[in-house]
């Protein structure tokens, strides 16, 4: 399974925005946007020509760095949203929103959406009382994501529900902390999406 490796900070200093890839470390002073919120590299600091194409890669590289995909899964994302009814940029959202370690990490139940995705990998995950382990597996109206028993008490867990303590929840999950418990109970829409990401620059740019 491909997975990006690289530094996480440097992923959002390349996007010029925090994209939260590490949880409570993004909320503190030891975040790398907060210490150095430039570019990194040789001439992270100098002027760059932001020419239309530019733009647009930035975007779509925004959207991939926050769900945690790579390019060829994040085109196929593409590809499904396109052949949707409605429109393709935020069918391309709400397919993204739809992923289980997502679903995982906007219950409050994770600390970042990479911690979702290892909690999914490694069993601690089920779905309407059956364990699923693929982090892109997609929920549905009616789904109930909850921790397996053993792990609701995990130091992980506990730690991204401190974290998220007094957040409001997304309106599309209806959450019981307390059973580490979510229920899908209506379609994400876009208004409920607050990533920093302009989906229509992402369309223009596969659609040349």
């Known amino acids: ?26 909320e503190s002073d030891k975040c790398a946007m907060e210490r150095r919120p430039y570019a990194p590299g040789e001439h992270g600091r100098g002027r760059v ?88 597996y997609q929920v549905r109206v009616g789904d109930v994501v909850e921790i397996k028993e053993k792990s609701r008490d995990s130091q992980r867990v506990l730690q991204a529900l401190r974290l998220w303590e007094g957040r409001p929840v997304v309106p599309w999950l209806r959450v019981d902390a307390d059973k580490r418990r979510a229920e899908v109970i209506a379609e994400p829409k876009r208004e409920d999406i607050d990533i920093p990401v302009k989906e229509s620059l992402i369309v223009e740019l596969y659609s040349k």
Do not use: W
Not at 5 to 25: D, I, M, N, Q, Y
Not at 63 to 75: C, P, S, T
Not at 106 to 113: H, L, N, V
């Open 49 to 136: 020509r932001e020419t239309e194409y530019l733009l647009q890669l930035r975007e779509k590289q925004k959207a991939k760095r926050i769900y945690g995909v790579l390019e060829r899964q994040f085109r196929r994302y593409y590809e499904k949203a396109a052949r949707k009814p409605g429109i393709t940029g935020e069918n391309l959202l709400i397919l993204l929103e739809r992923r289980l370690d997502n679903v995982v990490y906007r219950a409050g139940f994770a600390s970042s959406r990479s911690d979702a995705r290892q909690l999914v990998r490694h069993g601690h995950v089920m779905v309407n009382g059956r364990k699923v382990n693929i982090p892109s």
């Open 1 to 26: 399974m491909g997975r990006d490796l690289g530094p996480s900070c440097k992923k959002c200093r390349r996007e010029g925005v925090k994209l939260f890839l590490k949880g409570a470390r993004c």
